[in-house]
């Protein structure tokens, strides 16, 4: 039987963060793939949902807000990780209430985003998804 990596979706218009979320998660063992725009990352998941997306919030056109809740109105939504550099309390709890797994600050704690991306990811967990056959 052979291993198929997990695959995340980062969706940051920061082309630097995503340079470093993608080298970070692909050492992991990860399969990464971007979008820089909100509209790029929604056709992505409809075409080839991934595993788990990492969601910024401050995007031009349309916001990380705007994203999720669209992400979460599909079917087999992936689950969710809000990564941004606007630390607010307020908007956090907003994004979980939505359904976001977490909401992770920039400048990141990459060990803490990993331990996040491997709970939502661990079978059983709220955000792990149902497809995997049994």
């Known amino acids: 039987m052979t291993h198929t990596p997990r695959r995340i979706l980062i969706v940051d218009d ?12 692909e ?8 979008a820089l725009h909100g509209g790029d990352a929604l056709t992505l998941i409809q075409h080839e949902p991934p595993d788990l ?4 919030i ?3 056109g349309m916001d990380g807000v705007q994203v999720l809740r669209r992400i979460l109105a599909l079917e087999a939504a992936p689950p969710v990780i809000i990564v941004t550099g606007h630390e607010d309390g307020a908007l956090a709890a907003e994004t979980r209430a939505l359904g976001a797994v977490d909401y992770i600050t920039k400048p990141f704690d990459l060990p803490r985003l990993r331990r996040a991306v491997n709970t939502a990811l661990a079978p059983g967990s709220e955000g792990a998804g149902d497809s995997a056959a049994t």
Not at 27 to 34: K, L, N, P, T, W
Not at 53 to 56: C, P
Request: glycine share 4%; charged share 25%; net charge negative.
């Open 58 to 60: 401050a995007m031009p």
């Open 27 to 34: 050492d992991a063992g990860y399969r990464v793939e971007f």
């Open 53 to 56: 997306v990492l969601l910024d």
């Open 14 to 25: 920061d082309t630097t963060i995503v340079e470093l979320l993608e080298q970070y998660f």
